[in-house]
């Protein structure tokens, strides 16, 4: 995925943005970001072909999981917005466990996921593709040491409840 400098209006510093990538001046947009990666697995890609080949939502499923993947990102970018004022880094570790559990939350125990983006429930659930987006989600990011990443999203929590008990 590519990330340039931006020159139009979500500069640095705009706190009305959600970011998948904010390092400046390199920032990418979640919006941005979700459409670049959709982009990557069009529907004649070999990949979709054979993932298709397996389960006939298997496009759809994909599509779900690009769009849910980096969710977890967005407390971080609200809980950090003075680090957006000061245009330094802003990181999301432990985003993905995070997005994973939204995934889960919303795709396997809401009984509102029959039919999202036209993935059927029967498949979300009966044929366990909720939890296995959900699955994914949590590991899209397994070469970077889930342990590790793990370890320091607990570290940021438990700072966090710390903070809120003061």
């Keep these: 995925m590519i990330i340039t400098p931006r020159q139009d209006s979500f500069a640095p510093g ?8 904010y390092k400046p001046p390199y920032i990418q947009t979640m919006r941005e970001h979700v459409l670049l990666a959709l982009e990557a697995f069009p529907a004649e890609s070999k990949l979709v072909i054979f993932g298709s080949s397996l389960t ?3 496009h759809k499923a994909l599509k779900l999981a690009v769009v849910l993947h980096d969710f977890g990102k967005t407390p971080f970018n609200q809980a950090k917005a003075e680090t957006l004022q ?3 880094e802003l990181t999301f570790p432990g985003h993905e466990l995070i997005s994973g559990w939204i995934a889960y939350k919303a795709l396997v125990c809401s009984p509102d996921a029959a039919g999202i983006l036209g993935v059927p429930r029967e498949e979300l659930t009966g044929n366990k593709l909720g939890q296995i987006i959900s699955l994914v ?4 990011h397994h070469p970077m040491d889930l342990r590790k990443r793990l370890d320091m999203f607990k570290r940021i929590s438990h700072c966090s409840k710390s903070r809120n008990m003061m």
């Design 14 to 21: 705009d706190t009305m943005g959600v970011y998948a990538y």
């Design 137 to 140: 989600i949590m590991l899209h």
């Design 86 to 88: 000061s245009e330094r």
């Design 56 to 58: 006939r939502s298997f």
